[in-house]
């Protein structure tokens, strides 16, 4: 029996035309989103072939853009004036009372019995006597070096031309270190030792060649006569000249490091009920700090006087590694016993990633007692961009996300002109006129 052939409408072939016109965009928009996510021109594959490819229209110059162009083009370059305030201050908060309570003063003056100082020494090592020293110094540039007894240290010109950061120890439970260094500024540092008697603190300043004395007291927060001094005498060493400076002929090399400052050793702190203490922690808002971020400086500030309200100067800096101020801000708070200033900041997008120290500084009747930690803005990570005709720059998410859109509904519209191609067939085949010739020919008449 042959098979009857159902003839094409016009309008069959027309809405098979569209349907095959809605495949055709249907892979091409397919091939889009695969090729947008793979090879994606712009920022972030400039920064692997050096190259921005520019889709140009006829007789415009094509030629490729540099890295640099295509970093300008993608992300332009802030103004000048607007690189000097690079966070902005969004709320700060005052909460009394909850910083360490301190009381070193409290316990009479009298001798300490060897089983009464064992109270106040970290538990794992009750058995050695007391101990304060400084362990290592480093910087972003510098290798940790280790500080031994017997050996002067001598910090490299070209690692110290930044911030230097110490790291101690002492065996004194939750001990309170203070510092005092000889440095341009005159100024009292203090931080707080960890339940293992670690610290580590970062050196507010850039520190000029030549020696330097460091004078560390570590102290229990709890009886002022369980402390301990450490004295370290370190040398900075002065750039050497490059070539064009020298004249005449090369000096010799010194058997000795020159006195570029003069080795002043500062005394230890002279403890009395007027000290205040500080504690400065960076906090992140999220898992890493990058341009555009928030971040948090939680001061913890406690007063060896706890029964007099007083009113303090608190001053907040950050700097770069570079020394430039990003970030300056002073208040006035009111401190009886302690308290906890925490001032939460916005960094702009523009600044730049590297190492930066931030600082808090207390004062109050002259003495300055500050406490700093350097912490680190990671590169953001680089939003990639399609470049189109006209130099339209779009970025990568928004083009996927556009696609998918365009996919989601040329998908819907090829799924209706299936069903308007299944509905004409049909109604071809009820249309259709057998006639007896053509019931001739399939065989079901004789």
């Not at 809605?22 to 972030?44: A, D, E, H, K, T």
């Not at 909850?98 to 070193?104: A, N, R």
């Not at 003495?367 to 470049?387: G, H, M, P």
């Not at 998410?397 to 067939?425: C, H, N, P, V």
Request: net charge negative; proline share 7%; with cysteine.
């Amino acid at each position: 029996m042959a098979k009857i052939k159902v003839p094409k409408s016009k309008r069959y072939k027309r809405i098979r035309a569209v349907a095959l016109l809605n495949v055709l965009l249907l892979v091409f928009n397919i091939f889009s989103f695969f090729w947008i996510s793979g090879l994606v021109v712009g920022q972030s594959l400039a920064a692997e072939i050096g190259v921005c490819l520019v889709v140009c229209e006829q007789g415009e110059n094509c030629n490729n853009l540099t890295e640099q162009e295509c970093e300008d083009l993608v992300n332009p370059p802030a103004p000048e004036e607007e690189e000097e305030e690079q966070a902005e201050e969004e709320e700060t908060t005052v909460v009394p009372g909850t910083g360490p309570q301190f009381s070193p003063l409290s316990t009479p003056e009298g001798l300490i019995t060897p089983e009464q100082i064992k109270n106040y020494l970290v538990p794992t090592e009750v058995t050695t006597p007391i101990y304060n020293r400084i362990e290592k110094v480093y910087s972003p540039e510098l290798s940790p070096i280790t500080v031994t007894a017997d050996q002067r240290l001598v910090i490299p010109a070209a690692s110290a031309s930044t911030y230097l950061t110490f790291g101690g120890k002492t065996n004194i439970k939750n001990a309170i270190i203070i510092i005092t260094l000889t440095s341009p500024e005159y100024f009292y540092a203090t931080v707080y030792a960890n339940n293992n008697g670690n610290w580590s603190w970062t050196v507010p300043q850039i520190l000029l060649p030549g020696f330097h004395n460091l004078t560390v007291l570590a102290m229990s927060p709890s009886n002022a006569q369980i402390r301990e001094v450490y004295t370290l005498e370190f040398y900075i060493e002065a750039p050497k000249p490059t070539d064009t400076e020298i004249v005449g002929p090369i000096p010799a090399e010194p058997s000795e490091l020159p006195e570029i400052l003069p080795p002043i050793e500062l005394p230890p702190i002279e403890i009395t009920k007027d000290i205040y203490t500080l504690n400065l922690e960076v906090v992140a808002e999220g898992e890493t700090i990058q341009p555009g971020s928030e971040i948090s400086l939680v001061t913890d500030i406690t007063s060896f006087d706890p029964t007099t309200q007083k009113d303090v100067n608190l001053e907040f800096t950050i700097r770069d590694q570079n020394g430039k101020l990003i970030f300056e801000d002073l208040d006035i708070v009111s401190i009886k016993d302690s308290a906890s200033v925490i001032k939460r900041l916005s960094l702009l997008k523009t600044i730049k990633p590297g190492d930066y120290l931030a600082t808090a500084k207390l004062t109050k009747d002259g003495v300055t007692y500050l406490n700093s930690v350097s912490f680190i803005i990671q590169e953001a990570e680089k939003e990639a961009f399609v470049l189109l005709p006209g130099r339209i720059i779009i970025p990568q998410d928004e083009a996927q996300r556009g696609l998918f859109i365009s996919f989601s509904f040329l998908s819907l519209l090829l799924i209706f002109f299936l069903i308007l191609l299944w509905r004409e067939y049909q109604k071809a085949k009820h249309e259709i006129q057998i006639t007896g010739q053509d019931l001739l020919q399939s065989g079901q008449v004789g």
